[in-house]
């Protein structure tokens, strides 16, 4: 799947016209009503300054949280105006409702280069349903239609789909950045091309090893998700997470690989716990001997230098799932020998968004990769290959 020939917003003629961007402010808000983190308001904004510089009317949609249908406190986007107001410097209106007569009121008196936030899109129930007359009536806010909401391309709901079909439409230069880097990856990747998969599961991430075996050269499996496979492989894994309906695919993987001539590395020795607990009684045991009443929890050093080594040379790297439970100091190690080399490698290093972002983050490593995706969901399904509802809508060029 390739979306390189979609329309982005340098492409379509936006002066004086009413814009609807549909953006991605779903930030953590605080009971104080303070935002937590504001990375993915800052990620917007060079698709919302472009457009005032050229002199759009905004009108900027977002959801927050999961409010079903209907309003709730809690939930709205006020913070997020507040915050944009700040940032830009402008004063950002926020509308009480989102398709109602407050909101056609403040866009109809928007002049140029002015910007309206609308309430929280999700208090209305036709959004998550993409009701087409929801979509319509979203649609006639605006005279065009542009989404850099990347972290919401895989739903289809009335602002991330439905609304596309009524209008002119575009991408932001967020998600043109998503479709040029992880496009080129998954396409046309410089080689060595390595992936390396870690996390809980190995059921979370089938479709993106499924996807991944006919393009890489190598895959590397560390995490939880890698106790399957050496359980598949005959090993006793003791307590360590496992998922033994998922034996014989780890099994078809690996054949898969060997027919593809594709390199897999799993771990040869383990960080084993005897209990689930940041705290808990720590051996380093290879793979062949993890005691019974322990479970592994983070790569051993012999991994780490393994996959260190493996990642040497690389010319591109997509990563996804942290290497152990990164969250408890005693069980990062695993996961920040892999960013250092990720980062050493000098390749194309792509971090699949959510909880891998959040340990490269949490690790210090952010600006050493080339691209962290924005998108959890939204990035594991791009490197699934599959069609993305969202981007699928936007005009070609
Ligand atoms: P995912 O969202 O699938 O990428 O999984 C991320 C989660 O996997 C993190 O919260 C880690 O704590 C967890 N994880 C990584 N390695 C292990 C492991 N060996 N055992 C249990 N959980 C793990």
Redesign the pocket.
Known sequence: MNYFNKKTVEDIDVLGKKVLLRCDFNVPIDENGNIEDTKRIDESLKTIRYLLLNNAKLIIVSHLGRPKGEYNVKYSLKPVAEYLSKVLGMEVRLSRDVVGEDTKKIVKSLKNGEVVLLENVRFCKGEEKNDPEFSEKLASLADVYINDAFGTVHRAHSSTAGVAKYLPSACGFLIKKEIEVMGKAMNDPKRPFIAIL????VS??IGVINNLIDKVDTLIV??????TFMNALGYSIGN??CETDKLDLAVDIMAKAKEKSVKFIIPIDNKVGKE?KPDTEIKIVNSDSIPEDY????IGPKTEELFSQALEGAGTIVW?????????KN?ESGTLAVAKAVAKSGAVSIIGG???AA?IEKLGFSSKMTHISTGGGASLEFLEGRELPGLEVIDNK
């Open positions: 870690g996390g809980a599961k979370d991430k560390g995490g939880g998700m890698a106790y360590s997470i689930y479970m592994g929890l983070d996804n799932g942290p290497m152990g439970v990164f969250e408890w069980f959510g909880d891998s340990a």
